[in-house]
Nanobody, 123 residues
Framework: QVHLQESGGGLVQAGGSLKLSCAAS????????VGWFRQAPGKEREFVAY?????????FYSESVKGRFTISKDNAKNMVYLQMNSLKPEDSALYYC???????????????WGQGTQVTVSS
């Protein structure tokens, strides 16, 4: 009963920045962890970052994006964001936001998914 919709993807040059948004609707009264995942062609979907509802929003990042990406949320707007800086060509992927009951990096633990937004980083 939670609908997620990503937006903000596009084409950006290496070293540039992009901010993705994840809009939540439906049963947004439920407290959920929201994570970002990405999947490049021919590769497995990989964890990027998550933010929890507890403790003011605890965050966790994959090592590949730590220090470059920042996940944040605006509860009043039911929005979660992923600010991506210092982008690299290897960051190119279809980016998904997803909701889980717990803070986890495991894809199977997320039970609601958006349709994805494409991020392409050119060199």
């Amino acid at each position: 009963q939670v609908h997620l919709q990503e937006s903000g993807g596009g084409l950006v040059q290496a070293g540039g920045s992009l901010k993705l948004s994840c809009a939540a609707s439906g049963r947004t009264d439920s407290r959920r962890t929201v994570g970002w995942f990405r999947q490049a062609p021919g590769k497995e979907r990989e964890f990027v970052a998550y933010i929890t509802d507890n403790n003011g929003g605890r965050t966790f990042y994959s090592e590949s994006v730590k220090g470059r990406f920042t996940i944040s949320k605006d509860n009043a707007k039911n929005m979660v964001y992923l600010q991506m800086n210092s982008l690299k060509p290897e960051d190119s992927a279809l980016y998904y936001c997803a909701a889980s009951w717990v803070g986890t990096t495991t894809r199977s633990m997320y039970d609601y998914w958006g349709q994805g937004t494409q991020v392409t980083v050119s060199s």
